[in-house]
């Protein structure tokens, strides 16, 4: 049985369409992102927290309908973004509170370790970075160990690597547990970092993110190769359209590109730029200027990398130099063939 069945759910507002009809099931172990508008966000965590009108459709979990009351959010633990906080409460008495809240399997100090505030127990909450304040509610979430399901609206939202890390550990203890995880996220970087599925969901509906296997890199890195083989650009400035006018950037100006729905966009000093070239294109384009198709659906400036990042075995991100200090994805396969450049 799925944990989680999302079954001909939709929404409009004002009489405008928000999202059309859409289905979605998350098996034990599932960990699935939904990269939304905040609006979207927003609607669709009411709905699954049994808040919000389905229309004709149903949320169920563990066969358990939305509106079912206790029996339904006995099986469902949400963390939610402005949640209010005990804020003169310390971080150990907080614990304290959940554990006995939620009758909880796990102890105050197994929580004090999992989420790394073991030297912050005795400090009272408001006193804390935010991101450090993050980690509580983590903790106050994970205490909730009788539920099936996670759910994580921007759980990744202006924290630091350290919580970032915290935060991808704890979703692999929820597989280990037979849970399943959904993430809601307005960031792409974050919701292909953190999840095994992930869904965009706008007034087009859901539909499927691609992420590249193994083989899929391999398969694409010989096309590209190739390609390379067969062309040559004369002219290197890349084109985009900006306000009825044509702006050619030099190549080193771009941080990374990004592709989108099939739109390729030029991330520059902070701003997004839209071209009409291809990943592919670009690759060849760019290749001898430094820059690395460091994922299916992104290329980096490699001039403008700060840090490797190694979340686990298989999860890694480039950290950047820009105005935005960007984190982008970097595949398994990828990862390798950047080692290899870097001589490591």
Known sequence: M??????NIEKRTDGALLF?????TLDKKGVTAIYSSLNVRKVLLQMLMGNDSLGNGQITIQGIHAFAGEKFNRRIAVFLLDEGVYERLTVKAYFKFFQSIYESSYSVKEMLQLTQLVTKQNIAIKNLTESERRRVHFG?????DKAAVYIFEEPELNIDIETKRIFIHIVARLQEKDKGVVILTGNMESAITSAVNVYRLDENGLQKI???????EEKKEEVVESEK????FQFHKVPTKVNDKIVLFDPLEIDYIESVDGQTLLHI???TFPTNFTLN????????FGFFRCHRSYIVNLQKVREVITWTRNSFSLRLEDVSKSEIPLSKTKMGQLKGMLGL
């Not at 799925?2 to 079954?7: H, N, Q, V």
């Not at 106050?140 to 909730?144: E, G, S």
């Not at 083989?229 to 040559?232: A, F, S, V």
């Not at 294109?281 to 001898?288: A, M, W």
């Open 2 to 7: 799925s944990l989680l069945k999302i079954e």
């Open 20 to 24: 059309p009809s859409f289905s979605l």
């Open 140 to 144: 106050r979430v994970l205490f909730h």
């Open 210 to 216: 691609e992420t590249s296997t193994d083989i899929e």
């Open 229 to 232: 083989k067969d062309h040559t």
């Open 269 to 271: 000093k902070g701003e």
């Open 281 to 288: 294109e670009l690759e060849n384009r760019l290749t001898h």
